[in-house]
């Protein structure tokens, strides 16, 4: 894959990259940092890439990995205190009650979830993504939709 291969296949899967690293970052700083760390990590070791074919789902692992590092490095920085208090000011009322609902699921099912209905991922894509076998993203999928189901209703019932 040469350079204007690169960018052509980048600038496809770029609202992609941002989303993933937002539905785990939460913080659009974080996640557009992540994304730009990806892509260079990407470009240094484009010649790892075995099969053109693969080339957005070998770069969203890239980014969730750029992703799970920011989140090791913010552990060890914030307290738990000042998180919290960042936690409770970013409610924001313009987002719906399902994107809440999904920004309140676990990690692990948030990902399964942007990745599956909000990117377009197969579940085998996901499985590799995330290092996973097919049947542990399907049970993510499923209990969060479970999961999503319960707080939407909860949702409801407290407007009621």
């Not at 992540?34 to 790892?48: D, I, P």
């Not at 750029?66 to 552990?75: A, D, L, V």
Request: charged share 30%.
């Amino acid at each position: 894959m040469n350079k204007e291969e690169f960018i052509q296949e980048v600038r496809s899967a770029e609202e992609t990259l941002y989303r993933v690293a937002l539905s785990i970052l939460r913080n659009e700083p974080d996640a557009a940092d992540a994304v730009q760390e990806a892509l260079l990590r990407a470009y240094e070791n484009l010649h790892t890439l075995r099969k053109k074919q693969y080339f957005k789902t070998w770069l969203v692992r890239i980014l969730m990995n750029e992703c799970y590092k920011i989140q090791k490095r913010q552990k060890r920085l914030v307290s738990y205190e000042e998180y919290m208090q960042q936690e409770s000011g970013r409610e924001d009322p313009c987002y719906t009650d399902l994107y809440q609902a999904i920004l309140e699921l676990p990690q692990e099912m948030r990902t399964a979830v942007v990745l599956f209905y909000m990117e377009g991922f197969s579940i085998e894509e996901i499985a590799s993504i995330t290092g996973s076998c097919k049947s542990t993203v399907k049970t993510r999928l499923f209990r969060a939709r479970a999961q999503l189901r319960k707080s939407l209703e909860d949702r409801e019932e407290a407007i009621c």
